[in-house]
């Protein structure tokens, strides 16, 4: 159940528990009332429809409309595809609740890093609609290929070894669609929050602590971290945590190798509440 301050997704769409947690936001209606969809840009032509207001918002500004247009921006994406942070632990509870779920490939590393189809199945498909996935063929280039639950929970842990962060979008607010294992400065989520703060990526339900006791000071979470939250302190030799940075993806805790960090939700923080 939802506890202290929570985000507003888990208020609006939650039902009582985390918003990507509850399985209404992974079962929305296939073909009933997909004209009045389509008006919106919430699913036929999302992505088309996301990146011509984009364009049409951030084109020809100075700095002085940053402000304002930003407020804009973020009030479509919200309505239409946004993301949030979801550690490893949160995400395998999701390929629990979503059906059906497929490998897709990673619209953003195809754009950053010019992988073909083949290298690049570093994404899932979930919910109703991927049972329609030929309807965009330039979303789902590559094809799809449909994995049990078990196969995806397996898919994602090795992700995670690498590195990744792990992250659910809706398409069409609060409809989940998708599930992103990506990085930064490749991830456009990751990048457009943490370089221009727009808020198209929350922050996790969780923050990071650090068990000084059992820290050596190996430097490996600095290095997980995607999200700058983590240094190394050389006076103590131990790492520590900015939780005003964290994001809560769990990178830091599932490298560990002496579990001396672990999750704690982020509501137990009062001076957290309202960062996300």
């Known amino acids: 159940m939802c506890q202290g301050s929570m985000c507003d997704w888990c208020l609006k769409h939650g039902d009582g528990k985390i ?13 009933k009332e ?4 389509a008006k919106g840009g919430t699913e036929t032509d999302l992505q088309r429809t996301v990146l011509e207001y984009l364009r049409n918002a951030i084109s020809n500004i100075g700095t002085e409309q940053w402000p304002s247009v930003k407020r804009s921006v973020e009030g479509f994406l919200h309505s239409a595809h946004f993301g949030q942070v979801v550690p490893l632990q949160d995400m395998e509870k999701v390929l629990d609740i979503a059906w059906p779920i497929a490998t897709i490939t990673c619209a953003c590393r195809r754009q950053a890093r010019g992988l073909s189809d083949e290298e690049n199945f570093y994404c899932l498909g979930i919910g109703v609609g991927m049972y329609k996935w030929e309807r965009w063929p330039d979303t789902y280039r ?15 842990q090795k ?7 792990h992250t ?15 990085e930064y400065p490749v991830c456009y989520g990751i990048r457009g929050r943490l370089d ?12 990071a602590i650090v068990d000084p006791g059992k820290c050596n000071g190996c430097k490996l979470c600095v290095a997980r971290c995607q999200f700058g939250a983590i240094r190394y302190a050389p006076s103590f030799e131990k790492a520590s945590i ?5 994001f809560g993806c769990g990178l830091c805790e599932t490298g560990c190798a002496r579990k001396a960090i672990h999750l704690e939700p982020r509501f137990r923080f009062p001076t957290l509440a309202d960062s996300w």
């Open 168 to 182: 659910t979008w809706t398409f069409g607010t609060p409809y989940i669609g998708g599930i992103c294992n990506c």
């Open 159 to 165: 992700l995670n070894k690498k590195g990744v962060v």
């Open 19 to 31: 918003w990507y947690l509850n399985a209404k936001n992974y079962s929305r209606k296939m073909y």
């Open 242 to 246: 900015d939780l005003l940075k964290c």
């Open 196 to 207: 221009f703060d727009l808020k198209v990526l929350f922050k996790g339900h969780h923050v």
């Open 34 to 37: 997909r004209k009045a969809e």
């Open 142 to 156: 590559g094809g799809v290929n449909f994995i049990s639950p078990k196969e995806a929970k397996d898919f994602v």
